[in-house]
């Protein structure tokens, strides 16, 4: 029998050879091509890209002879092409979506298969659920046409996608300010499809690109696995004291997201990082906009947004939800507290490379080192410190959320709680302004316990406190 696919909360992912298949992915690309046929799409262009993972670029190709045989029309990417690229490219290139080949920040060991609309953005969660109940049962129901025979009839044609993008980029931030700062920024790319982009992008002037870690190597060594958080980037981190570096800016497997370490080899939190990019557009850029955060990003933005006088509105977790909001409320930010962060006059996809060139301009404009600019930040909104643990657990996900939602703590962490928000997971509010959530995976049996607060001695505490009430510790 052909292995389930369930789209999680940006699409489809899987152990590759396990149920990760090329018969599964072309019934994957069949449940979105028929859902494109139903919407009226046939004969319009779908732009396909991938990452640098095993056989990515053969799923791609899978996916496109699918599409063909669908009436549908294919822009294929002519390489390993990061998200936001593919994102751009959508509305670039006025397609009316996207099948992009990645696992992003995942395992090696897996590969993934999102999918993307007119706007470049996550498809809404009733959107998913309607490719997923299209996708059929067997790999004999499949349409596909060998792919020498679409090229050949121009119904698959590859192309270049860089170009565009650049042209892009340069037409949302001046890029000669930071060429001629004289900075040295040390690049991590995670083995991933951010390869090579800073240096292009920033070359010409007294600015030195550093990058490490980019070159095509699946097996992701001197890392678990490409996402920019500790212990991944330890390697970045201490070649940034050894290089002397002024950043270091890290892009993961498939570039949507950034992290940032500072002058002094210290990580700086993607909270943190959401809150200077948000500080950057109201205060260096002057703009003025919807804040999007999911709930388990900082309230640092909601301090902002009173300063400032904008509205910050909060969803579920997940781009499935920042991206039609934003739409909605033409934001001029969204993010989520995974690093990956979205900006207005680009797509509503998460940007890794605009964010990594924002955080440069933000240090150039201020003249500040990234730890001076932390510093400036939490000046302005006070100090908040975030954490995370993740833990497997055993038994009945519905008697772990009736023990939470039975538990009612007068205090976490030493810190009295004083609500609960249901909305996704289990958010107990506190009185200095913090939070703790609760969250389980939706594809794994791991739940996540997630704090942010103003008061460093409590991190952990809050944590184990979480972890008690889920009956974990």
């Known amino acids: 029998m052909a292995k389930d696919i369930i789209f999680g909360t940006d699409g489809w992912r899987g152990a590759i050879a396990h149920d990760y298949t090329f018969a599964n992915v072309r019934r994957a690309a069949q449940g979105f091509a028929s859902y494109l046929v139903k919407q009226g799409k046939t004969g319009q262009w779908i732009v396909i890209g991938h990452d640098k993972r095993f056989l990515s670029e053969e799923f791609a190709r899978a996916a496109a002879e699918v599409m063909a ?30 099948i992009n080949i990645t696992a992003s920040h995942n395992p090696p060991t897996d590969n993934g298969f999102k999918v993307r609309d007119e706007n470049g953005g996550a498809i809404p969660p009733e959107g998913l659920k309607q490719i997923e109940n299209l996708i059929p049962d067997s790999p004999a129901d499949v349409r596909a046409m060998p792919f020498s025979d679409a090229e050949a009839k121009g119904l698959i044609k590859i192309f270049d996608p860089a170009p565009a993008y650049i042209q892009h980029l340069n037409d949302l931030i001046d890029l000669g300010p930071i060429r001629e700062s004289g900075l040295k920024v040390l690049v991590d790319a995670m083995w991933g499809n951010g390869a090579g982009w800073f240096t292009r992008l920033l070359s010409g002037g007294n600015l030195e690109v550093i990058e490490i870690h980019n070159q095509r190597n699946p097996i992701f060594p001197e890392m678990k696995r490409p996402e920019p958080i500790p212990p991944n980037i330890n390697v970045g981190l201490q070649t940034t004291l050894e290089k002397k570096a002024d950043v270091l800016i890290i892009t993961d497997g498939d570039a949507d997201r950034v992290g940032i370490g500072d002058e002094n080899g210290v990580f700086i939190n993607q909270l943190q990082v959401y809150a200077l990019l948000a500080y950057y557009l109201l205060e260096v850029r002057k703009e003025r906009g919807a804040i999007v955060k999911t709930l388990s990003t900082t309230s640092m933005l909601e301090k902002l947004g009173k300063i400032y006088n904008v509205p910050v509105v909060e969803t579920g977790v997940g781009f499935k939800y920042v991206a039609p909001k ?13 690093g ?23 240090m150039v404009k201020l003249k500040k080192s990234p730890s001076q600019l ?65 969250r389980f995976s939706g594809t794994e049996p791991i739940i996540r316990v997630y704090c942010e607060t103003t008061r460093k001695e409590s991190v952990q505490q809050i944590l184990k406190d979480g972890l008690k009430i889920v009956g974990l510790e």
């Not at 593919?86 to 290139?93: D, E, G, K, R």
């Not at 990956?340 to 933000?362: C, K, Q, S, T």
């Open 69 to 98: 045989g669908n009436g549908l029309n294919v822009h294929l990417t002519d390489g390993a092409t990061p998200t936001p690229v593919i994102a751009f490219s959508v509305v670039n290139l006025k397609a009316a979506g996207a």
């Open 326 to 338: 934003m739409l909605e409320l033409n934001a001029m930010i969204g993010g989520e507290e995974s």
């Open 340 to 362: 990956g962060y979205a900006f207005r006059g680009n797509v509503p996809e998460r940007d890794g490379i605009l964010g990594g060139l924002f955080f440069l301009d933000l």
């Open 374 to 438: 932390l510093a400036h930040l939490f000046s302005i909104v006070g100090p908040h410190y975030y954490d995370r643990v993740d833990r497997s657990f055993k038994g009945d996900r519905q008697a772990k959320e009736a023990m939470i939602l039975s538990a009612n703590p007068a205090t976490i962490g030493g810190i009295k709680c004083i609500g609960l928000d249901t909305t996704d997971g289990f958010k107990f509010k506190l009185e200095d302004g913090g939070w703790m959530l609760i």
